[in-house]
């Protein structure tokens, strides 16, 4: 299929499921139109002395109430949909993720499937989580702070440095990583402090503050998310090492892909927790839903990526990592990580470019 032949069938699709959600949303209520039992039972008894046998073979009144107003129905968890890679270069097909294994019989996942005449790339990724937690590999300290470093919130487990930005007219210095990393999933306040190594990485308020947090967008429960970001200002005597990553490769730049020749691209992160990594862009435009503790976020226009040789792209505290594409000894930015796991092992990151226009800054010099 063509590319805005796929981008086409997902939103129609997606407006489908959106409807069916709201549907089924009304009826998972009870709170709304709760009856007491005693209230109910009366009701119960004057329905059936009214409308007699007849209705009562068919189900009591009684029943009727309490499903009504007792019983919300189950709510599905809609798939999540993209684009994928088809057959060759050229051809796309539609990207179908998958919570849970029983979801792939579901009614839904049926409709998809006939309405893209089979065109379609499904897998089960699992829940999808933010990339923070419990210390998976010890960070120390780093001076001249680098991409790729552990840093968070004071009230937060680690995360990772993402990209050095700044603003015309604004601070010099900026350090760009997730919400969840600097503010704390909209908890923090501006001005809140920033440490590096992170406080579950042996950090060190008194020794190892490097910033205080300075903006972020912040994470919408009933709304669509665009971004999971947040920006730290850095103390002016904080050493910065903007360009440098791994193997002698300097950030060059932010590349502006098509999401179309986006797919299948190599792609790199170095994170606090595993490292450099490679991967491949395995779906572009993604609507992502990602667990935060117990509230479910969607998202929208993200990609997708896959470790290389069955290895993880990421893991628990490369939240905030650099996506890039290198070519020689540079690298261009692509996207920011904030998710990943699940049974599929992905990762997903929010495109850059359009990130940075968004927050009106630019790739520090």
């Known amino acids: 299929m063509k590319y805005d032949s796929v981008l086409g069938l997902q939103t129609e699709l997606e407006r489908g499921l959106a409807v069916e959600s709201r549907a089924e949303a009304w009826?998972?209520?009870p709170g709304k139109y709760w009856l007491g039992s005693a209230v109910r039972d009366e009701l119960a008894g004057f329905g059936n002395a009214l409308l007699g046998q007849s209705f009562l073979a068919a189900g009591s009144f009684s029943d009727t109430l309490r499903r009504v107003f007792v019983a919300p129905a189950p709510i599905s968890t809609p798939p999540m949909l993209g684009v994928?890679?088809?057959?060759?270069r050229s051809d796309y097909r539609l990207a179908i993720r998958l919570e849970t294994d029983q979801e792939i019989?579901?009614?839904?996942v049926?409709?998809?499937m006939q309405k893209a005449r089979g065109e379609v790339e499904v897998r089960v990724s699992g829940r999808i989580r933010p990339?923070?937690?419990p210390i998976a590999q010890l960070r120390g300290r780093c001076r001249p702070l680098r991409m790729g470093a552990s840093v968070a919130h004071l009230a937060t487990t680690a995360g990772t440095a993402g990209l050095f930005v700044q603003r015309p007219g604004g601070p010099t210095s900026l350090l760009m990583s997730n919400n969840h990393v600097l503010a704390n999933v909209n908890k923090a306040r501006i001005g809140d402090p920033i440490l590096q190594p992170a406080r579950s990485d042996s950090g060190n308020a008194k020794t190892d503050l490097i910033g205080t947090l300075y903006q972020f967008m912040p994470l919408q429960r009933d709304g669509i998310n665009l971004?999971?970001?947040a920006l730290c200002e850095l103390q002016s005597d904080i050493p910065v090492d903007s360009a440098g990553l791994p193997d002698g490769v300097r950030l060059e730049g932010v590349a502006s892909v098509p999401p179309d020749e986006l797919l299948g691209a190599d792609v790199?992160?170095?994170g606090r927790s595993t490292g450099t990594t490679r991967g491949t862009v395995s779906a572009v435009n993604m609507r992502p839903r990602v667990w935060y503790g117990r509230k479910r976020l969607e998202f929208a226009g993200q990609f997708e990526v896959e470790g290389v040789g069955g290895a993880p792209f990421s893991g628990l505290g490369d939240s905030g990592s650099l996506v890039y594409q290198v070519s020689g000894g540079s690298a261009r930015g692509?996207?920011?990580l904030f998710a990943g796991g699940g049974a599929a092992d992905v990762t997903y990151a929010s495109p850059l470019a359009p990130l940075l226009a968004t927050l009106d800054v630019q790739l520090a010099p």
């Open 268 to 270: 790199g992160k170095t």
């Open 84 to 88: 994928a890679q088809g057959r060759h």
């Open 131 to 133: 990339l923070v937690g």
């Open 227 to 229: 971004a999971d970001c």
């Open 334 to 336: 692509l996207g920011l």
């Open 110 to 112: 049926e409709r998809i």
């Open 105 to 108: 019989r579901s009614s839904q």
């Open 27 to 29: 009826h998972e209520r």
